[in-house]
């Protein structure tokens, strides 16, 4: 299992209001993926290790102290690997995939898990090393408020939060940057009657990536999912709607339209699709992954604006 859980404990309806998650069929009735340690970060001097992912991560999170263009953050990190901090060497700005690991589902203003033990609460766009295979001279960048992740030109102005290690949790994101996750199987996907295997993260998907044949509701998704007849095997789960970092396990950041790996066996795949996760910032909206793109955003839950996909668990 190459994914992480979101560490979201609530579940809301439509309106943002509180409901019992048991048979709501949210991402917090089920907490898939790779569980969180408890404490999850470890502070030892100017930096702090994450127990999740091995990484370590600089203590100061706006250690330049305002943003800066692409290629300043990149000569920052350069500096600051010079000085060994913490007497780690090789600093460097994180992949998209790392960036995003950070990202607690369950808070906001930041959407940083809220014991964690760094120097400021990180709010604001954080630079990636993955380059966007849509838009050439744009880089992936992070926004720690709300855990939405998006590219911009690298001209523009973002945030630094450089990070030390290698994590065998997360998997490569597929794009040239400091790829130091888990490489994928090949083939990654094996096609099994109108399911789909990811042989790198375990989660069977259906076949067909547009199961309501075209845009709905969140709540009209959560039901669509519920009421899918597809068989799936023995020993795993029923279907569900993914959680946001199910969706974006599947993401091939050297890839767009779909932001898919090449080969994929996938039928129907459509621009954008809603996650089984409320959003922190506002419950009344849903995480949602544009896959024409591999974004990650967030769509008001009712609206009839997003497509329905479904995963089965091991």
């Known amino acids: 299992m190459k994914y992480l859980n979101t ?6 309806d439509e309106n943002g209001n509180p409901v019992d998650c048991d048979g709501s069929g949210q991402d917090a009735e089920f907490s898939p993926g790779i569980r969180w340690p408890k404490p999850r970060f470890k502070r030892d001097g100017e930096t702090v290790l994450d127990r999740l992912t ?52 369950n808070d906001r203003k930041p959407a940083i898990p809220a014991d964690h033990p760094f120097d400021k609460g990180p709010l604001g766009w954080y630079w990636t090393s993955t380059p966007s295979a849509m838009q050439p001279g744009y880089q992936w960048y992070v926004h720690t408020e709300g855990g939405r992740m998006f590219y911009g030109r690298r001209d523009g102005y973002c945030l630094v939060w450089p990070v030390c290690g290698t994590s065998d949790v997360l998997a490569d994101t597929g794009a040239d940057d400091t790829a130091t996750g888990a490489a994928w199987p090949e083939p990654r996907f094996k096609p099994q009657g109108e399911t789909v295997l990811d042989e790198l993260t375990g989660l069977l998907w259906t076949k067909s990536a547009d ?19 597809t068989p799936v095997p023995e020993n795993r789960s029923g279907w569900a709607l993914p959680t946001i970092r199910e969706l974006e396990s599947l993401v091939d950041a050297s890839e767009h339209s779909p932001a898919l790996s090449a080969e994929h066996p996938f039928a129907d795949t459509r621009e954008a699709y809603w996650s089984s996760t409320s959003s922190s910032f506002e419950r009344d909206w849903a ?16 609206d009839a604006g997003f497509h329905v996909w479904a995963v089965s668990r091991p």
């Open 54 to 105: 091995g990484l370590t991560w600089l203590g100061n999170p706006n250690f330049t102290d305002f943003p800066l263009t692409y290629e300043e953050c990149l000569e920052a990190v350069r500096e600051l690997d010079a000085s060994r901090p913490g007497g780690c060497s090789g600093w460097r700005m994180p992949n998209r995939r790392e960036m995003f690991s950070l990202i607690s589902f």
């Open 211 to 229: 199961l309501t044949s075209g845009p709905c509701s969140w709540k009209d998704a959560l039901a669509a999912v519920k009421a899918l007849e």
């Open 287 to 302: 995480m949602c992954l544009y896959l024409h793109k591999g974004a990650v955003g967030v769509g008001f839950k009712k």
């Open 7 to 12: 560490g979201q404990t609530f579940c809301a």
